[in-house]
């Protein structure tokens, strides 16, 4: 239950805010509706749901399905693949194609189950370079070079 | 005579190399991404739209709908040999498939299921071929009112069809809506919550946010819990069905067929709930239902051929109307704008070597992958093995190429992780992606037709219930929303 508050509790504050927001927007009148007529009423209808969730959170009457739970060791395995997708997006334009994907998939694999560096670096470097040659080449994505240069 | 000649058309356009070859092609990345547990057919179309820029529109949504008709077949060998629904139109076959490959039967499951496919599959684009340009005709007359009931009435039904809360499901579509209100209003083209970056003044990417929603937080979800499943060994052998078989089979295939077809059409993950009603219709209406989950041909037969009859018909709303009704058909909306294409009731006159292209295609694949995938299952048994921290990293690169070849922008991989984060963690507090993906794309339409209306109206909102068609839709809506409130409780906690 306090789950489902807490989420609700979230989703108010979130619609307060887009009220907020869409406010100094021009709203129109009902004959002629504007720019912020849309929005706003989506998030007044927001405030009115996540409003409706709270109550029903408080009186025990929205059901709480607990997902399994991640242990440890499962938060690692997220966190450092969200972190790595976050430095592929940095360094993808400066480094290029190749050795970003190359190093990614070095990291996600030693990341996500733990194997010999031979077979992981053997993987990362035949997936860096068929992904490359496919994408690139055969169906002309504009993958950048980078550094290579390639 | 001018059926014939339309048919016609479609063959010429659906038999030509280059479609054939995308037509393959789809069915065959469609079969991989329903065998493969963790990537479903909306990440896979998802990923694949932005490699369809250069193609000819008919070949591009040839290969896309091959995807997503390859994966019904695909979902339900990982259902049968490892008890993991490929995908979740699949769930119910694990029941009765995964049995009947424990007691030696996985030949005979896997094979009704593909026959039962192919045939619910034909009626499916049969149906489709004559009402897709009926009711085609029909919208022809609808106005802005009519377009806002029902892009109101696809989103309440299909928060109201989503399993678990449905205040939750209500609450995914109207963040979706306010999603869709990013960017460019679609009247005044005034700048709306852009906080001045070039790549949301085009509003949020759907391609980004379905990877996100749907590849990345899977993914995450997956990585959460990294377990091993074990892939039936015993050798499959004698895929043909026998007599018996055959003849226990027939009726729940042609019930599955009518079923699913119509259960497409509404909103909704119309392939999902046709299975699972036509699960509990075989059981009904079996002689001997306390066997069902125990390795009955039938739990397979069935379900199989409702999820493909609904698959080919989850395309009429789209194609004639021009409001998707799934995130997939979301998603295929987006391919043919891309195009410059637009959906709607003057489709099939404005394209008719695309529509009727496309429908002949779908005939062509479900033969295709009758014929194919029945020799490839040991090579799809083998996929199936392939270890997860092989396959994740992997299913990753390909988001990030797929958002990145879009427009060559690093700012979208960024909108796909966020949307990624936010889907893993809205679907641990039991919130789904598909009414959102669905709503981001109705906003505009809703959006529009909302002020349309009440510019023609001055402002009068008495125009949504004084015309007929609008009438029937809104109370439609009306009954769906109040239903839940009215209903008598059945336990505590529903």
């Not at chain 1, 976050?86 to 694999?109: H, P």
């Not at chain 2, 460019?184 to 700048?191: N, R």
């Amino acid at each position: 239950m306090r789950s489902n508050v807490a989420v609700a509790a979230v989703l108010l504050a979130l619609g307060g805010y887009i009220f907020v927001e869409a406010n100094r927007l021009p709203f129109g009148t009902f004959h002629v509706p504007q720019t912020a007529f849309f929005p706003k009423t989506l998030a007044i209808l927001l405030l009115i749901l996540s409003g409706t969730l709270l109550a029903r959170a408080f009186v025990g009457s929205e059901a709480w399905i607990p997902s399994e739970k991640i242990a440890p060791a499962g938060w690692i395995r997220i966190g450092v693949t969200l972190a790595m997708l976050a430095v592929f997006a940095l360094v993808l334009e400066r480094v290029g194609f190749l050795l970003a994907t190359f190093l990614l998939m070095i990291i996600l694999l030693r990341a996500i189950e733990a194997r010999d560096w031979r077979k992981v670096i053997a993987v990362a470097l035949a997936t860096a370079l068929i992904s490359y040659g496919l994408f690139a080449w055969l169906l002309g994505v504009p993958l950048p070079a980078g550094v290579l240069g390639i | 005579m001018d059926f014939l000649a339309d048919v016609g058309l479609g063959f010429s356009v659906a038999l030509t190399p280059i479609n054939l070859l995308f037509c393959f092609l789809g069915s065959l990345v469609g079969t991989l991404v329903g065998v493969l547990p963790g990537l479903g057919p909306v990440g896979a179309v998802a990923f694949l739209l932005s490699l369809t820029f250069k193609m000819e529109p008919a070949s591009a949504v040839i290969m896309l709908a091959g995807i997503y008709y390859g994966a019904m077949y695909g979902g339900s060998t990982t259902s049968i040999l490892v008890n993991i629904p490929g995908e979740t139109a699949s769930v119910v076959t694990c029941l009765d498939g995964y049995r009947m490959a424990r007691q030696g039967r996985a030949g005979a499951a896997l094979g009704i299921a593909a026959f039962g496919s192919f045939i619910a599959g034909t009626v499916g684009v049969i149906g489709l071929m004559f009402l897709a340009p009926l009711l085609g005709r029909a919208a022809l007359r609808f106005g802005p009112p009519e377009f806002f009931a029902l892009t109101l009435t696809g989103l309440t039904l299909v928060a109201y069809l989503t399993q678990g809360s449905i205040i939750k499901a209500l609450i995914m579509a109207t963040l979706g809506l306010l999603a869709g209100t990013v960017g460019m209003d679609p009247i005044s083209g005034q700048e709306r919550f852009t906080y001045g970056t070039l790549t949301l003044r085009d509003g949020f990417g759907l391609v980004p946010v379905a990877m996100g929603l749907f590849g990345i937080a899977e993914v995450l979800e997956n990585l959460a819990h990294i377990g091993s499943h074990s892939v039936y060994e015993a050798k499959i052998k004698g895929l043909w069905p026998n007599a018996k078989d055959w003849k226990d089979s027939a009726r729940p295939i042609a019930r599955g067929s009518l079923l699913g077809f119509f259960l497409g059409i509404l909103p909704g993950p119309g392939p999902v709930i046709a299975s699972f009603v036509s699960y509990a219709m075989e059981k009904r209406l079996s002689p001997y239902p306390e066997k069902f989950g125990t390795g009955v041909i039938e739990g397979v037969a069935g379900p199989e051929a409702a999820n493909n009859a609904a698959t080919a018909s989850s395309f009429i709303p789209l194609l004639s109307l021009g409001i998707p009704t799934s995130a997939i058909m979301a998603l295929f909306m987006g391919a043919l704008v891309i195009h410059g294409i637009q959906p709607g009731p003057l489709f099939i006159a404005k394209y008719p070597e695309l529509f009727w292209g496309f429908i002949v295609s779908m005939y062509v694949g479900n033969a295709m992958l009758l014929v194919l995938n029945l020799p490839l299952i040991g090579m799809w048994v083998r996929v199936l093995k392939t270890p997860y921290g092989i396959l994740c990293p992997l299913i990753l690169l390909f988001c990030l190429i797929g958002v990145y070849s879009l427009n060559a922008n690093v700012v979208e991989i960024t909108i796909m992780i966020a949307f990624g984060i936010g889907g893993f963690l809205m679907r641990r507090a039991g919130f789904e992606g598909a009414p959102f993906i669905l709503a981001l794309v109705l906003g505009p339409i809703m959006e529009t037709s909302l002020r349309q209306s009440l510019l023609i109206s001055r402002g009068n909102f008495s125009i949504f219930v004084t015309r007929p068609i609008c009438a029937v839709l809104i109370a439609v809506t009306a009954a769906f929303l109040i239903w839940p409130v009215i209903r008598p409780k059945k336990k505590p906690g529903g």
